[in-house]
């Protein structure tokens, strides 16, 4: 058993308007049941989500946090504009977005931009993933995955890795409970992290700098799944989520 994690080089540079699904289907091949594996950046260019500090006036909540911290205000409210809930301040702020991923700063991206510019990620990456897949489908004749991804640190390790933020046509979970190990042992709570595992993978290729390979096609992996897929199956509910508990226990006490 193998895959292929193959990187699409030679995409351009991405501005906003650009047809992400044309330009990918000009410059590879795409085959039956293939898994498109995009960098959130280039969505979100492609989407507009660019802005300037400059632009940004920043309210009350964003001032006294500021007051508390030294950061700037004004990217702090940037944050805050794209979050629903706000758990750490300093030396970050994490937080879940408006989206529903929890992550550093609501994702937005001071790397790979022109200078002057920050980048918010895209508004709803699952619709994004979406309407790419659809547009790749008809472009290339073929059934498809799309999987939209962005780089996260882990909470007990250190380092980032690719995890999944929107999905097409694919679970991001798949569950082995029922199943039997080696052993022939019930599993009672293995759930295997697909998505995630696929993002890391393609980030391989992507690298971090100025690589610019922001898109990898997974190849021999049959994930398909048509139908309504949704990376937010992915996230813990929040009655089972300890560590937000923990970290809700520890904001207020301060």
């Known amino acids: 058993m193998k895959f292929e994690a193959i990187a699409v080089e030679k995409i351009p540079l991405i501005h906003e308007g ?3 699904p044309s330009i990918i289907c000009e410059k590879i091949g795409l085959q039956y049941r ?3 594996i995009i960098a959130s950046t280039i969505v979100a260019k492609a989407e507009g989500e660019i802005f300037r500090l400059e632009d940004i006036t920043p309210g009350e909540e964003a001032l006294e946090i500021a007051a508390r911290t030294g950061k700037d205000p004004r990217f702090i409210q940037a944050v805050l504009s794209k979050s ?3 758990f750490v301040e300093t030396p970050f702020m994490l937080v879940t977005t408006l989206a529903g991923h929890t992550c550093v700063n609501a994702g937005i991206d001071e790397s790979n931009i022109e200078n002057g ?3 918010y990620p895209p508004e709803n990456p699952d619709a994004s993933a979406l309407k790419i897949g659809k547009e790749l489908e008809k472009l290339s004749g073929k059934k ?3 999987i939209i991804t962005d780089t996260n640190g882990r909470a007990f390790k250190i380092g980032q890795t690719g995890v999944a ?3 097409y046509n694919i679970k991001p979970v ?3 409970i029922g199943e039997k190990d080696l052993f022939g042992k019930v599993l009672e709570i293995t759930e295997q992290a697909i998505a995630d595992e696929l993002a890391g993978a393609a980030n391989l290729l992507m690298g971090e700098g100025a ?3 922001p898109v990898v096609i997974i190849r021999g992996l049959d994930y398909y799944c048509e139908g309504n897929t949704s990376i937010k199956e992915s996230y813990r509910p929040e009655n089972m989520d300890v560590i937000k508990q923990g970290l809700r226990c520890l904001r207020n006490k301060k």
Do not use: A, M, Q, Y
């Open 18 to 20: 650009d047809n992400l």
């Open 144 to 146: 498809l995955s799309v």
């Open 117 to 119: 510019f920050l980048l």
């Open 165 to 167: 933020i929107g999905i």
């Open 211 to 213: 690589g610019g390979i």
């Open 84 to 86: 629903r809930e706000v």
């Open 174 to 176: 798949k569950r082995w």
């Open 34 to 36: 293939d898994i498109i």
